[in-house]
């Protein structure tokens, strides 16, 4: 078994990596990897430098480890800032790290991928072999720390086992209930929180826009042009600095058409695009991803990142959406508070038993969260 370390996706047997892809998540698909680097969205000046590891046994390619050397904090979504100040004031360097996720993706997935057909034994050997050469590319890139982000709740023991420390993070998630169409969801809905989606579809519909769910083959390249201005004047006007370029855009709507739904909303008189979010898909998952508005409208929001991709689930019969990152504000439209797991191998003794303290602190304080929302369930009560 031997493991090998590719510094570009374009390195990797096409075929061959088509057996390692999740069923139910679409971010490590070859046309995804291949976009964010294709695009330069990711590389040497982004502060996300690729290098994935890729375990064979002479001739199959039986498992992979997506990895990123880091020199920031920017696209994780599971926020060390404070971690790397402190080293910062103690005279020591925080980056480079080294990130096993999806930049600039909050969504949870496998990150170590095992062909399917392999035995028990075997995925033991592979996931062990991947995880002993990571810890030996750390050793000689330097780095501070090794993290994995976005952990299913099985690698979350991997990772455990390996002496990462587990640390609990919150998001909101939609699971499908059987639904047989969106007036099943409304009707599971508590009377008040199914009012409050009513009224605000009702109101929306007073705007005078049409909206559109566009997938497959009913999207061109001018959908992805839409798109990167959209969210570009979102950027511009709340956040500052958008990760992805117009490339990205255009590789994922052309090569994922089959994977990708564009919300896309018009004025309906003039024709213009006002807003639009997109999601990907993949086997029974759902996930909410970039989101764009030339202007605000009331409820807009709601509509297009969270409803219309509800209709869609239920439709197609996806048992998860997950919407992004955190949102308070999505429990009262149906979406459960969900914990999610990343896992943190800090080097320095000092800071790994400090940063593992405030870990597990931080752990009791979502706990309590977590119980103060249970109060708040939008669901009827079964009885």
Known sequence: MR????????????????????????????????????SKSIGRASGWSPVYLVCTDGGRLLGALCLYLKTDSY????????????????????????VAAVPFTPATGPKLLVRPDVGEAERVKVTRALLDAARRLGDRSGVSSSHALFLTEGERDEFAGRGFAVRHSLQFHWRNRGYGAFSDYL?????????????????????????????????????????????LATYDRKWGFPYLTEAFFEEVFRTM????????????????????????????????RYWGAAETRRNLHFELCYYQAIEFAIERGMELFEAGAQGEHKLARGFLPTLTYSAHEIRHPGFRHAIEQYIEEEKEVLAGTLAAYASHDPYKKVT
């Open 3 to 38: 493991v090998e370390v590719l510094p570009g996706i374009e390195r990797v047997d096409g075929p061959a990596w088509r057996a390692l892809e999740p069923p139910d998540f679409p971010f490590f698909d070859l046309e995804f990897l291949w976009a964010l680097e294709r």
């Open 75 to 98: 696209g994780e979504y599971v926020f060390d800032w404070a971690w790397a100040r402190a080293y910062e004031q103690h005279g020591l360097p925080y980056y480079p790290k080294l």
């Open 187 to 231: 009707g599971a809905l508590e009377s008040k929180r199914r009012r409050q989606v009513a009224r605000e579809r009702r109101q929306l519909g007073s705007e005078g826009l049409d909206i559109e769910r566009l997938t497959g083959e009913a999207l061109v390249p001018e959908h992805a042009r839409i798109m990167y201005r959209l969210y």
């Open 257 to 288: 058409r089959d994977r990708v739904l564009l919300v896309l909303a018009r004025d309906g008189l003039t024709r213009r695009p006002v807003a639009a979010a997109l999601n990907f898909f993949k086997g029974q998952a759902l996930f909410g």
